[in-house]
């Protein structure tokens, strides 16, 4: 008897979650998924689609889910629908990463598909997989750069490494936590092969605090968190 693929089941689970998603979006309607707070990043998001920049003129935020999202409304210039479906594409990828990890941990097929699934119905996939926030984003480059990670043999891959550690930058650069996420991860990776090429993970890190030293005198980012 043929082996089923392990892609398959996992196909099932994402058009189940899917399914789920498309069912609450029917139920409270397009504009139930947006709140103030949403509303602020769309249109800073829309903005930036305008106008592109590297940095963004609000301290507190960081810029990669802005240049994502704004990326994605220059091509379908729909503020309401198009950060939505971006969150949900997302949450999809989160759990394929999810599964991804788990085998290259030695789940299996059957233990994998039990840790995507489990991860289905956390609030940032089920819930908040729904609204244009920055954690969708931030959940599937952390998960995203694990995966890379695991696929890179210790960092005897480089080609796999060097994705890794470009999603670990992409994460420093979406939200402050990423800064923690990457240094951890470059402390704990620090004897294995190419870590020079692995700590220009931090590099966002430092861009951020430069442009801060230079437009506001001082760590701006730092009195936003009061």
């Not at 069912?23 to 397009?30: A, D, H, R, T």
Request: net charge positive.
């Amino acid at each position: 008897m043929r082996s089923v693929h392990p892609l398959v089941p996992l196909a099932f689970l994402l058009a189940a979650l899917a399914a789920v998603q498309a069912y609450f979006l029917l139920v409270i309607g397009p504009y139930g998924v947006l709140c103030a707070d949403n509303i602020d990043r769309v249109l800073m998001a829309w903005d930036w689609a305008q106008q592109p920049t590297v940095f963004i003129s609000d301290p507190g935020w960081l810029p990669f889910y802005f240049w994502i999202h704004g990326c994605v409304l220059k091509v379908w210039a729909d503020p309401l629908r198009a950060p939505v479906a971006l969150t949900l594409v997302l949450s999809w990828l989160t759990l394929a990463a999810v599964f991804g990890v788990s085998r290259r941990l030695g789940g299996g097929t059957a233990g994998s598909l039990l840790a995507a699934a489990a991860a289905s119905f956390l609030p940032v996939v089920l819930k908040v997989g729904l609204q244009p926030y920055f954690d969708p984003l931030f959940a599937f480059l952390i998960v995203s750069a694990l995966y890379a990670w695991l696929r890179s043999d210790g960092g005897r891959r480089g080609g796999w490494q060097a994705l890794s550690t470009a999603l670990w930058a992409a994460a420093a650069f979406t939200r402050f936590e990423g800064w923690i996420f990457a240094a951890v991860w470059i402390a704990r990776t620090w004897s294995r092969p190419g870590r020079l090429v692995r700590a220009a993970a931090l590099l966002p890190a430092f861009a951020i605090t430069v442009q801060h030293l230079l437009v506001y005198g001082r760590l701006e980012f730092l009195a936003a968190f009061r």
